[in-house]
């Protein structure tokens, strides 16, 4: 069953606008990570943060984690046109080796 | 620096067919690897995931298989291709605990 799941699925904002995902859980995990996707192409990982983490930060990325709620959301700040595509969360089991997806969040930025 | 390959990007065929996707990696040893299957506008699937050579783990019972002959090397095949089996598949590799890389895809359209 899906381990990770995101809301909403689709996101639509102007270019310059902050965009949050947000991504439940449902068991223990060593760590969640967030890819990006264009159309069409492979993932692309943009943020790991561990168990032990509650913030994370890259560029315009902002990456949060609550375990007590078993929740993890993902900020976009400043949004560009170039951000358009599909976000995904994923976490690990606790042995580390399967990593699993939810459905993703599309997102589109209007210039 | 570590670099993942999977061919071919779209592949076309009919019921009934057999199937081999190829998936390598160069770079690095004894990664983690994975076969993800991506239907249209949805999250990725876990289909099989391999920690060492000729080790295999099925998360889907289905029509597919997965073999690890080399350390670098992750094949999967099917022996009679169904509809069902139509999607976008992806490889992805990495070392447990970390984040995940992925292959640009292929897209798989059974006929």
């Known amino acids: 069953s899906q381990q990770g799941e995101e809301d909403p699925q689709a996101l639509s904002i102007q270019e310059g606008e902050n965009a949050t995902m947000n991504c439940s859980y449902k068991?223990?995990?060593?760590?969640l990570q967030w890819y990006r996707q264009n159309s069409g192409r492979g993932l692309v990982h943009l943020i790991l943060?561990?168990?032990?983490?509650r913030e994370k930060h890259s560029g315009r990325l902002r990456v949060t984690l609550d375990t007590s709620k078993k929740s993890s959301s993902l900020l976009i700040t400043a949004s560009r046109a170039a951000d358009t595509a599909s976000y995904f969360c994923?976490?690990?089991?606790?042995?580390?080796?399967?990593?699993?997806f939810g459905a993703g969040t599309r997102l589109f930025v209007k210039a | 620096s570590q670099t993942i390959h999977q061919w071919p990007a779209t592949l076309v065929q009919p019921v009934g067919s057999p199937l081999s996707l190829e998936c390598t990696v160069e770079?690095?040893?004894?990664?983690?690897l994975y076969w993800y299957r991506q239907a249209a506008g949805r999250g990725l699937q876990l289909l099989f995931y391999?920690?060492?050579?000729?080790?295999i783990s099925s998360e889907v019972p289905q029509n597919l298989s997965a073999s690890r002959p080399q350390d670098r090397q992750f094949i999967l095949s099917s022996k009679k291709l169904l509809l069902s089996d139509s999607g976008f598949y992806l490889c992805a590799w990495r070392e447990a605990g970390e984040e995940a890389f992925f292959g640009q895809g292929t897209r798989l359209t059974v006929v």
């Open positions: 391999s920690v060492g050579i000729g080790q």
């Open positions: 770079g690095t040893s004894n990664p983690n």
């Open positions: 068991t223990s995990i060593n760590n």
């Open positions: 943060i561990r168990s032990n983490e």
């Open positions: 994923a976490t690990d089991n606790t042995g580390g080796f399967k990593t699993i």
